[in-house]
Nanobody
Framework: QVQLVESGGGLVQPGGSLRLSCAASGSLFSIYNMAWYRQAPGKQRELVAWITTGGSTYYPDSVKGRFTISRDNAKNTVYLQMNSLKFEDTAVYYC????????WGQGTQVTVSS
């Protein structure tokens, strides 16, 4: 069973940056198309970025141009570089496969506040 551990969240001012990491256990990480999701209080969990095994990426308009997803298969890790953060980016951030097929980790809290 693959386990996911997210880290890198914190408190940041609007316009600031954070880099999130998601470390996956197990040896099959490289075959998964991975994604980052977020869930704000009272809202549904939403997709913020995905990356295929071949390195193709997708971003919804809400984060396009500000967030960058990447992966390091040798380290079984997927990253999310978040720049120009806005108040509305405040949420708990999670990683999983594109089809949400793995057990969710604990997530990492990102709070954008002045």
């Amino acid at each position: 069973q693959v386990q996911l551990v997210e880290s890198g969240g914190g408190l940041v001012q609007p316009g600031g940056s954070l880099r999130l990491s998601c470390a996956a256990s197990g040896s099959l990480f490289s075959i998964y198309n991975m994604a980052w999701y977020r869930q704000a209080p009272g809202k549904q969990r939403e997709l913020v970025a995905w990356i295929t095994t071949g390195g193709s990426t997708y971003y919804p308009d809400s984060v396009k141009g500000r967030f960058t997803i990447s992966r390091d298969n040798a380290k079984n890790t997927v990253y999310l570089q978040m720049n120009s953060l806005k108040f509305e980016d405040t949420a708990v951030y999670y990683c999983n496969t594109i089809i949400r097929g793995l057990s969710w980790g604990q997530g990492t809290q990102v709070t954008v506040s002045s």
